[in-house]
């Protein structure tokens, strides 16, 4: 009896043996494997923090900052970025078309930006785009965005000059006359600027407007612009020479009256100056025609007249008149 009982124990003392060390080894794993899933959790959570959208990659590339994950993008050898998936179509580096098409091709799971506009690409990868370009050097930016996000961005810079229009300007080479007009032909639609003076041209492009001179040579330049921006310019030079001034002068050639009264025709606006013997008289200008009365001494006299125009130029008359009194004696 007593040989049963210790059987009984010690088969009983083996099992509890042998399951404990399982108990411990499962009580382990799961702390194991929850601290595994926390950081597990964890590391999921960072992964989405350090994720970007398609727009902040596409703003990153037109910035030329390219944003590839930790051992992506750059080549082991030497640092090289790799080659790009997308090839551009040959563009000309000046033209004269407002619109110019951009095309391509790439891959077809790949995502094409055209100045940050997303453009279609087809299942064989071709793709175009259409871009409106402004009068001058224009730059446009191509991002290509693969399956993982990954930006690459190729730049283009393209000149677009508007053609000219036809111009036709016609200016004398000299002239006496303080104002020409400026005469020509351009495109009906063009704005004409003439000195920086605007006009606008009839139906059939005609057009004229006059300028004003200055004494010796004038540079005019005539400027025809176009809807599109094409600009065409003319420069004519044109010598004024100011005339001098009118100054008509009559005077008899005697007189019996000791008071004489003079007049004439000069410029309007001509400074007039009269001398009686060398003694300045008054005399009245008004528009160019001069009055006044002027008192002779007995004999010969002379009577000078100088008129000087706004430009400087000068003109002078000298008339001589014979003063002889007739007295009362001589009729007897």
């Known amino acids: 009896m007593k040989k049963n009982i210790l059987l009984?124990?010690?088969?009983?003392?083996?099992m509890l043996?042998?399951?404990?060390?399982?108990?411990?080894?499962?009580t382990e794993q799961t702390s194991t494997d929850k601290q595994g899933q926390t950081s597990s959790t964890q590391s999921g959570t960072t992964e989405e923090q350090g994720q970007e959208t398609t727009g902040e990659k596409?703003?990153?590339?037109?910035?030329?900052v390219t944003a590839y994950p930790a051992g992506q993008g750059k080549s082991q050898e030497e640092g090289k970025m790799p080659r790009s998936?997308?090839?551009?179509s040959p563009v000309p580096e000046v033209t004269?078309?407002?619109?110019?098409?951009?095309?391509?091709?790439?891959?077809?799971v790949n995502k094409i930006f055209v100045n940050g506009e997303e453009t279609q690409v087809d299942p064989q990868g071709s793709f175009k785009h259409d871009v409106r370009l402004e009068t001058g050097?224009?730059?446009?930016?191509?991002?290509?965005?693969?399956?993982?996000?990954?930006?690459?961005?190729?730049s283009i810079t393209v000149t677009y000059q508007p053609l000219a229009p036809k111009l036709l300007a016609l200016a004398p080479d000299s002239s006496d006359t303080e104002t020409v007009t400026i005469s020509g032909q351009t495109g009906p639609d063009c704005f004409v600027y003439v000195n920086s003076n605007r006009t606008k041209p009839d139906k059939k492009g005609n057009f004229s407007l006059p300028v004003q001179l200055r004494p010796g040579a004038n540079t005019i330049k005539v400027v025809s612009t176009n809807p599109q921006g094409g600009?065409?310019?003319?420069?004519n030079n044109v010598t004024f020479s100011p005339p001098e001034p009118r100054l008509v002068f009559i005077l008899p050639d005697k007189t019996a009256s000791k008071e004489l009264a003079i007049g004439g025709i000069t410029d309007a606006g001509a400074v007039l100056i009269v001398y009686v013997n060398d003694v300045k008289t008054n005399i009245n200008n008004s528009n160019g025609t001069f009055t006044g009365t002027?008192?002779?001494q007995e004999g010969l006299n002379t009577i000078t007249a100088q008129v000087a125009n706004k430009w400087g130029q000068t003109r002078t008359v000298q008339k001589r008149i014979n003063y002889e009194p007739v007295y009362e004696d001589e009729y007897y």
């Open 8 to 14: 009984i124990f010690s088969v009983a003392m083996i």
């Open 17 to 26: 043996l042998l399951v404990m060390p399982g108990c411990t080894s499962k």
């Open 58 to 64: 596409i703003t990153k590339a037109l910035a030329g």
């Open 85 to 88: 998936e997308t090839k551009l």
């Open 96 to 108: 004269a078309d407002e619109t110019l098409t951009i095309k391509g091709k790439t891959k077809g």
């Open 137 to 154: 050097a224009n730059t446009i930016e191509v991002v290509t965005l693969n399956p993982k996000g990954i930006p690459d961005k190729q």
């Open 231 to 235: 600009q065409a310019s003319v420069t």
């Open 294 to 296: 002027v008192q002779l």
